[in-house]
């Protein structure tokens, strides 16, 4: 079977990541959110995307008074 060297040794530094924390999820993140904040690059957050699914789905529920569709209505345009 083909190996991927790429994922192989990425898995190879996540689990030693992970071992160097004893696989405490809350020290791991704590780590990342300590080298991202050091990283010097801008940390912007942007709501979610209105897929089709969500559109359709939640139309009905989500109607505004005058008829129009108002769940994804101000993201989209």
Known sequence: MWQ???LDE??????????SFNYDLEAMFADWQKKQSEGGREVVNLPPKCDLTTRWSRRMKNLGEDGEDTSCADRER
């Open 10 to 19: 990425i898995h190879k530094i996540r689990e030693e990541h992970a071992k």
């Open 4 to 6: 991927d060297e790429i």
